[in-house]
């Protein structure tokens, strides 16, 4: 359970706040490329508790800045995207994507002053079809991560953005719990009923996984065991500095995906997709064909509005108690919610904007969770005390060696050895993965 001052710690990110600044030292994906246009309308954002304008201009740059008119203060989301840059409607001071000004038409010659004047804009950074924005102190933004996902195209992606209306940590904490799967997704589902072959057969036939969990690198990373019919199932998922998850929803050697937890605010969190669609799809069939009861994945929308939190909304939410259906959750759901990633929606938001962790009783099956709390709270107090770099940002290559998946062994092996194995084999869409070696050396697991 953390403590009152741990929960502030973890779960504020405005600025100024420690864990706030942590995520500041990251590169942090703030929206699609395809949702700007060149000379198109300027997007309210909201990011880690900033209230910023994107917008895209003549060029095709990609400028992020306050929303505030460094004149008057006059929201340049009102503003003209035109020729090179943006104009605000108020006096007619024109900003280039880079914050610098370009115009003060209201002002005599004599008495302008743009070269003194800058809109307040942070580094911009366009891979893997997403607007990444660097919101540092640090005058050099970092390298880019070496995560598997950013290292691809956007054509090679499958990408998806979704609201949720709750703070990040909670809603991250649902990836690297891997029990909730065989109750809240599979909990009206027996093992007699699953295709053969599905490996979702060894999560309902053992419901109590063995947890392994260590430190890593780039975060924190666990290995659940469970041992059915001689074979051993391993369900391998890792968390990464500084909100970003790889879950085991496909076999570990060719599941390429990364899921982030990006804060809005300290209510509000955007999820942000990234799947290799070269990867694997993992159906939950039951014997006689038909897709087991709620655990599909399509999820409706509402229709974006140009609000702060006007993105990205599901059509099912906490106003309409996420369309569940109680008759079915009688006779052949376990939740009478419909589709998997509406299910962890609702029992997220439904622990409040903020959990209450007083509240909690923590014990093994939720190793991970502690762990990973421990290490961003360390992590983030050591750069509020001592200046210490947090993970990945001096050495982004740590995190090639992460990747989520799931596997069954004939044998027992130790849980490293077996992850490590399956790493060895893995496929590499990146072509970094494996570079220089044909049969690698195991990734390094011990943090720093």
Known sequence: MATLQESEILTRVGPG??????????????????????????????????????????AGRVGVMDHRCPHRCASLFFGRNEQGGL??????????????CLEMPNVPPEYDYKHKVRARAYPVREQAGLIWVYMGPSPQPPAFPAMEPFLLSESE?????????????????????????????????KPE??????????????????????????????????????????????????????????????????????????????????????????????RDGRAAAGTGASMSYLPNTTDWFGRWRLAANAG????????????????????????DQAVTESMGPITDHSWEHLGHSDVMIIQTRRRLLEAAIALKERQVAPPGIEDPEVFLAARGG?????????????????????????????????????PALHAK
């Open 87 to 100: 104009r605000c409607v108020y006096h007619g001071w024109k900003f280039a994507a880079d914050g610098s």
């Open 193 to 286: 009923e699953l295709a053969a072959g599905d490996v979702n057969r060894f999560t309902v036939a053992n419901r109590q996984a063995e947890l392994n969990v260590r430190r890593t690198p780039w975060g924190t990373m666990y290995g659940a065991r469970r041992e059915v019919d001689g074979k051993v199932y391993w369900r391998f998922a890792q968390f990464l500095f500084p909100f970003w998850t790889m879950i085991p929803t496909g076999n570990l050697g060719e599941h390429v995906f990364a899921r982030g937890w990006v804060p809005m605010d300290d209510t509000h969190t955007m999820i942000v997709r990234m799947v290799w669609k070269g990867g694997p799809r993992v159906p939950r069939i039951l």
């Open 406 to 442: 799931d596997f069954a062994l004939d044998q027992d092996l130790e849980w490293l050895e077996a992850y490590k194995g399956q790493m060895r084999r893995a496929v590499d869409p990146t072509g970094r993965l494996h570079v220089g070696e044909t049969a690698p050396p195991a």
């Open 320 to 343: 309409n108690d996420y369309q569940i259906d109680r008759e079915a959750q009688r006779t052949n759901s376990f939740t009478g919610i419909d589709g998997i990633p509406l299910q």
């Open 157 to 189: 992606l499958d990408l998806g953005f979704t609201q949720r209306e709750c703070n990040y940590l909670q809603a991250l904490e649902g990836d690297i719990d891997t029990t909730h799967l065989s109750f809240l997704h599979l909990g009206g589902i």
């Open 17 to 58: 706040t420690p864990m706030g600044e942590l995520m500041r030292q990251y590169w942090i994906p703030a929206a699609m490329s395809r949702e700007l246009a060149a000379d198109g309308e300027p997007m309210r954002l909201m990011l880690l508790g900033e209230r910023l304008i994107a917008f895209r201009d003549s």
